[in-house]
Every structure is written in C-alpha cells, then in structure tokens.
C-alpha cells in the first residue's frame, strides 16, 4: 500500500496511508498523542503505582516510525528507572521514512537525533543495549503470533484502528496481551471503542475509558488485576 508522509497538528509527521485512509499517529498531532496516550496515561500511571520499581519492561504492538520508544527513551532521567523495550512490528518502515519524520527537532533533547537513530539502526531479533537505562529488542512478528507469557509491566498497543483492521482488537489477540503482561501490569490505547473494551474485559482486563488526546474524546487504559 502506498504511504506518504503528511505533517500533523502539533507540526509533527506521521505516515498516511492513502487506500485505508488512516495515518500511524493522530492527524491532530503525532506527538502529543503519543506523550498523553503512552506516557502519561501508560508510563507515567504505571510509575506512580510502583515506585520502588527499578526496571519496567515494555512491549509496543506496532513500532512503527519508532515515536514512542523514542519518547520513552528520554523518561528514564525523570523517573530513575530502565527499560527493557520490545517493539513488535510485521512491516516495519524503511529508513528513508523513519528519517523523514525529523522527530528530534521537535524535542528538546539535544541527543535525539543521535538516540532515534540508534534505535532504526539497531539489529531485528537481538536485544541492543542503546544506553545503559534502555535495551531495545525488535522483532518482525504479527500480533496473531504474540506468545509471550508474563514478561511485561506495560503494553503500548498501538495497532491501526479497528475500522480498517478489526481482527486486532479481538478476544483472542486481548488474551495474547493479558498473557504476555506480569500480575498488575497495564495496557494503554488510543482506541474507546465499545467492541474492543468488552473484548479486553471478556478476557480479564479492568478496564477504564479516560480522557483521550487531542481529537479524540476518550481512550482506554486495561489493568491486569491479581485478586
């Protein structure tokens, strides 16, 4: 499918995909969705509720153009903690897109170009130390073959909406995730849809609608309770 690159809101880039007629991050700003969806709704909540914890495992369903790894990146200072990150990607995007996205220029850390590099550049399938607060694996993986089983404090859940890939937020791929998750670990998303909060609560999750994003009225965050 032909993708093109577009600038949203917030002046930041993400990747349109013209046939579906969906874009890789909020067309009202890429990076202000990620920031309230994944880190202060995911990171920033599960760090408050485990402080004493010194290392948070992270899986991202869909690594995509790299934003959100790159923004955690950079939590690690404010929070005193490490990260071990596990991107899942079927199609990953080539380097020439991941350049265009310029992501470094709208953050203030001086080393983000340096760091988003590093992060494209980093070898599929072998973990990459690239500090020694984030070890980064990437693996080419469909969300259908997701078999981890409690490995994760924290999922990003990424993936492209359920109007134009439904069979991503169903029971079965909700229950990979529950698996793949620790006792109390969360999942964030962008996404409030009715269907795919019951099918998170039918295998297990609480789960929460909250404010969402710029755009977008609410979004979902579920909990892996231990009774």
């Known amino acids: 499918m032909k993708r093109e690159i577009i600038t949203t809101g917030d002046g930041s880039k993400t990747i349109h995909i013209a046939e579906w007629d969906e874009q890789y991050h909020s067309k009202h ?9 994944f880190l202060m709704t995911g990171l920033e909540h599960y760090v408050g509720q485990h402080r004493d914890q010194k290392e948070i495992a992270i899986l991202e369903m869909g690594f995509g153009t790299g934003l959100n790894a790159l923004l955690t990146y ?4 404010k929070y005193q903690v490490s990260f071990n990150y596990l991107g899942a990607e ?16 709208q953050l203030e850390e ?35 073959d997701i078999t981890d089983s409690e490995v994760f404090d924290l999922i990003y859940f990424d993936a492209f909406g359920p109007r134009v890939q439904p069979t991503l937020w169903t029971e079965e791929i909700f229950a990979k995730m529950f698996n793949a998750l620790k006792p109390n670990g969360v999942l964030t998303t962008y996404c409030a849809q009715g269907a795919a909060r019951r099918a998170m609560q039918a295998v297990g999750f609480r789960v929460e609608r909250l404010p969402g994003p710029p755009g977008k009225r609410e979004m979902l965050r579920a909990t892996k309770l231990v009774l």
Request: aromatic share 10%; charged share 35%.
């Open 29 to 37: 700003g890429a990076i202000q969705e990620a920031r309230h969806v």
């Open 74 to 77: 950079f939590e690690g200072d």
């Open 90 to 105: 079927a199609y990953p995007v080539s380097q020439e897109e991941a350049a265009a996205m310029d992501y470094a220029s």
């Open 110 to 144: 001086e080393d983000a170009t340096s760091v988003y590099n590093d992060l494209h550049d980093a070898a599929w399938e072998k973990q990459i130390e690239i500090s020694d607060h984030f070890k980064l694996t990437k693996r080419k993986q469909r969300f259908e």
